[in-house]
């Protein structure tokens, strides 16, 4: 019903920037929050940034001030810029969205298929 295609990612060196993307396509009534998430080796998935179909935005520490979350309603998708990365930042990094699809009555979290970003040197 919904599908989530995620582009972006790499190789970079420390220091450099990469974009991600996401774009969500189905039977999609609304989307309340869009998000990222990553997941690096030997760790838990943990929250990256995330913003509401309001447009406010929260953001793990360790990105504050080096990523901006953003999103185009009319498009359905979710970008995450990512400045200044350093090697702590690798990790597989996946989009997620809160979604009411046609037909439904609930709401129902849906994944991204991952996408590798690598900092080194």
């Known amino acids: 019903q919904v599908q989530l295609a995620q582009s972006g990612g790499g190789l970079v060196q420390p220091g450099e920037s990469l974009r991600l993307s996401c774009a969500a396509s189905?039977?999609?009534?609304?989307?309340?929050?869009m998000g990222w998430y990553r997941q690096a080796p030997g760790k838990e998935r943990e929250l990256v940034a995330e913003?509401?179909?309001?447009?406010?935005?929260n953001y793990a520490e360790s990105v504050k001030g080096r990523f901006t979350i953003s999103r185009d309603n009319a498009k359905n998708m979710v970008y995450l810029q990512m400045n200044s990365l350093t090697p702590e930042d690798t990790a597989v990094y996946y989009c997620?969205?809160?979604?009411?699809?046609?037909?439904?009555?609930?709401?129902?979290?849906?994944w991204g298929q991952g996408t590798q970003v690598t900092v080194s040197s």
């Open positions: 997620n969205c809160n979604v009411l699809p046609y037909g439904f009555t609930r709401r129902y979290v849906y």
């Open positions: 189905g039977r999609i009534l609304s989307i309340s929050t």
């Open positions: 913003t509401t179909s309001g447009g406010s935005t």
